[in-house]
């Protein structure tokens, strides 16, 4: 596989409101910035509700902001791009197609010719170990497996953006740690600017150059925490637990918060 070019990403003073089945505007996003340097590995995390994954959607395109801007490259994102690609916890993958068939549908649906497509195919499948699996169809795969197949289409055409909302949410621990490991091999490989959704502060610590928490009503950034520690991260290492006690701090006070806003509504 060729290396990846990467991408900025800038966001300015993005708001994203809903209206209420009453007809009450809601605000989901509430006037962010953000920049993302181009091959950077940025974590997304906070309560539900705080807009992670709205953020991210505005991001690859999937949705757009009520105001404000959301820029790569220099390019506004008004619509999905095939160069930015959405990793989702679900997989995603086709029943009906084999490992290899879930792989080459990107490629075919840009037109690649059909000897680079599975050349193409066959490396991605390679750099995440499933070589030995490529006629064997979803239902026969594990759940780690299917997410590598996922991950493996996703590279196959070779992206400047990955985002990933919450990939491995429903993944035992050992699987989980597993493709953690996995992702980071592929990025320090190819250095594609990731954006990754997730729930779990020590995964955030564990994969992040940087920490992006948010809060909610209305969603915005809480804070950001840059994580100067080498890869592959030691999570019992006294660094680790240093910057994991600024983000526990951090999130138990976006949690008081909340709940004091609520107690207000009531």
């Given at each position: 596989?060729?290396?990846?070019?990467?991408?900025?990403?800038?966001?300015?003073?993005?708001?994203?409101?809903?209206?209420?089945?009453?007809?009450?505007?809601?605000?989901?996003?509430?006037?962010?910035?953000?920049?993302?340097?181009?091959?950077?590995?940025?974590?997304?995390?906070?309560?539900?509700?705080?807009?992670?994954?709205?953020?991210?959607?505005?991001?690859?395109?999937?949705?757009?902001?009520?105001?404000?801007?959301?820029?790569?490259?220099?390019?506004?994102?008004?619509?999905?791009?095939?160069?930015?690609?959405?990793?989702?916890?679900?997989?995603?993958?086709?029943?009906?197609?084999?490992?290899?068939?879930?792989?080459?549908?990107?490629?075919?649906?840009?037109?690649?010719?059909?000897?680079?497509a599975k050349g193409k195919?066959?490396?991605?499948?390679?750099?995440?170990?499933?070589?030995?699996?490529?006629?064997?169809?979803?239902?026969?795969?594990?759940?780690?497996?299917?997410?590598?197949?996922?991950?493996?289409?996703?590279?196959?055409?070779?992206?400047?953006?990955?985002?990933?909302?919450?990939?491995?949410?429903?993944?035992?621990?050992?699987?989980?740690?597993?493709?953690?490991?996995?992702?980071?091999?592929?990025?320090?490989?190819?250095?594609?600017?990731?954006?990754?959704?997730?729930?779990?502060?020590?995964?955030?610590?564990?994969?992040?150059?940087?920490?992006?928490?948010?809060?909610?009503?209305?969603?915005?950034?809480?804070?950001?925490?840059?994580?100067?520690?080498?890869?592959?991260?030691?999570?019992?290492?006294?660094?680790?637990?240093?910057?994991?006690?600024?983000?526990?701090?951090?999130?138990?006070?976006?949690?008081?918060?909340?709940?004091?806003?609520?107690?207000?509504m009531i």
């Amino acid at each position: 596989m060729s290396a990846q070019v990467t991408a900025k990403i800038q966001l300015a003073a993005v708001e994203k409101r809903f209206s209420s089945a009453r007809g009450d505007e809601q605000i989901a996003v509430s006037q962010l910035d953000l920049d993302i340097q181009a091959g950077e590995f940025v974590c997304l995390v906070g309560p539900s509700g705080c807009g992670k994954t709205t953020l991210i959607n505005m991001m690859a395109g999937f949705d757009r902001p009520s105001s404000g801007s959301v820029v790569i490259d220099g390019k506004t994102v008004t619509a999905p791009s095939p160069n930015h690609i959405m990793i989702f916890q679900d997989y995603g993958l086709y029943p009906w197609r084999t490992v290899l068939g879930n792989v080459l549908f990107g490629l075919q649906a840009r037109g690649v010719p059909p000897a680079e497509a599975k050349g193409k195919a066959l490396a991605a499948l390679e750099l995440v170990g499933l070589l030995q699996s490529i006629d064997k169809h979803p239902h026969e795969l594990s759940g780690g497996m299917k997410q590598r197949v996922s991950i493996a289409r996703a590279l196959a055409v070779e992206p400047s953006v990955l985002f990933m909302d919450e990939p491995f949410a429903a993944l035992d621990a050992f699987t989980r740690l597993h493709l953690q490991d996995e992702v980071l091999r592929i990025w320090t490989e190819k250095k594609p600017t990731v954006v990754f959704v997730t729930h779990d502060l020590d995964e955030a610590i564990a994969l992040g150059q940087r920490v992006v928490l948010m809060a909610p009503n209305p969603g915005r950034i809480q804070r950001i925490l840059d994580v100067k520690l080498p890869h592959p991260r030691e999570r019992t290492d006294t660094d680790f637990a240093v910057f994991r006690k600024q983000l526990f701090e951090e999130f138990h006070l976006v949690h008081r918060q909340a709940n004091q806003t609520a107690e207000y509504m009531i």
